[in-house]
């Protein structure tokens, strides 16, 4: 079965964890090996394809991929995580960004204009599931990604966009959620900090990403049941008033997976 970061929005995106632990690798921060059981999680294999001077058929483990992208010049990589309509992150070109929409997130280099999308697949009984991963990696534009944000602009946008969640939330049932989404929820505010980003982040960036994803979560909440809507208008009224809250909560959490890289990129 296939997976996109849609299917667990309280876990942390595949891609921003390459980003961030590629970074603090490319930043000598942290060794090879701890970089690659960084981004492995709890996922059972991570694999690399498509890298330049690669056959069609030949895959590599996380550590010897990433010590080849820094041979080929990478200095840092950055998150995409687009969706329909919102290439955010994006560069191009139109195949590249179709893989990418369809998975939800990519990894994009910086110093070579080659991209990343994980090709996820899960298995195993609910309870006891785990995943592996194909990295396919491919030539992209040479341009400015779209409609990324600085930390400083997220973070104002944010502080808005958690007051209107909650005041969603609170106008709509939600109760109608469910118990399993309550339940996630409560699940979420029992979780530490430490997790997230690597080592070479500024807190500025911890607390972006805390707040990013603590909307997206309400907002899952909010989508999960059709709560006091009890008409189709009512629920599309719905789906539209949150759209541009989850495009806040994207561009912020893309924002803080490119902190690092983009501190030291002028």
Known sequence: MLATPADNPYEEPRSGRLAAWGNALLAGLVPPDNAAAAVLGADESHRVTGLPGDGPDERHGLTWALGRLRVLGVRGLRLAMPSAGHPLGLTGPAPFNERAMAAGEAVLAVGVPLGLVPEVEVFGPVGDRSATVLWRCSA???????????????????????????????????????????????????????????????????????????????????????????????????????????????????????ALVDEREP
């Open 140 to 258: 992209v534009n040479d341009a400015p990604p779209a409609d990324v944000p600085s930390l400083h602009e997220a973070e104002f946008e944010l502080a808005d966009g958690l007051r209107r969640a909650t005041e969603l939330l609170t106008r709509l049932d939600v109760a109608g959620a469910g118990p399993e989404a309550l339940r996630a929820l409560e699940a979420y505010r029992r979780r530490g900090h430490d997790e997230l980003l690597a080592p070479g982040y500024p807190p500025r960036a911890v607390r972006v990403l805390e707040s990013a994803r603590q909307v997206a979560t309400l907002l899952t909440i909010a989508s999960g049941g059709h709560g006091a809507a009890v008409s189709a208008s009512e629920i599309a009224a719905r789906r539209a008033a949150l759209e541009p809250l989850w495009r806040t909560a994207r561009r912020a959490q893309v924002a803080a997976y490119n």
